[in-house]
C-alpha cells in the first residue's frame, strides 16, 4: 500500500484506477546522511516528481510525521529501491 495514501486513510486502488503498482522513491532531505526509501502510488509518484521533495512533503504532514519518527535502521534494513 501507498505510505502516503495509508497515512491519510485513502484508497490507493479507488485513487488510481487500474494503474495498480507501488514504486519505491527515495527522500534525500529526511535523515542526516542516508536516504529514506518509500514506497508510493502513481498518483502520489508524479506529484512528489512535479512538486518536489520539501513541497511534497509540507503537503502531506501526517506522512511526514510518521516518516521523521522512523529510525536510522529500519531504513538501512528495506528493501532495495532497484527490486534486487
Do not use: W
Not at 20 to 48: G, M, Q, R
Not at 51 to 64: D, I, P, S
Request: proline share 2%.
Amino acid at each position: 500500500m501507498c505510505e502516503v495514501c495509508k497515512s491519510e486513510g485513502s484508497d490507493y486502488l479507488f485513487r488510481n484506477g487500474n494503474k495498480k503498482f507501488l514504486t519505491t522513491n527515495n527522500l534525500y532531505k529526511v535523515f542526516k546522511d542516508t536516504v529514506a526509501p518509500i514506497k508510493l502510488c502513481h498518483v502520489h509518484s508524479i506529484e512528489l516528481f512535479h512538486v518536489g521533495e520539501r513541497r511534497f512533503l509540507r503537503e502531506h504532514l501526517l506522512f511526514a510525521r510518521g516518516l521523521a519518527f522512523r529510525t536510522k535502521t529500519q531504513t538501512e534494513n528495506t528493501d532495495s529501491p532497484f527490486g534486487l
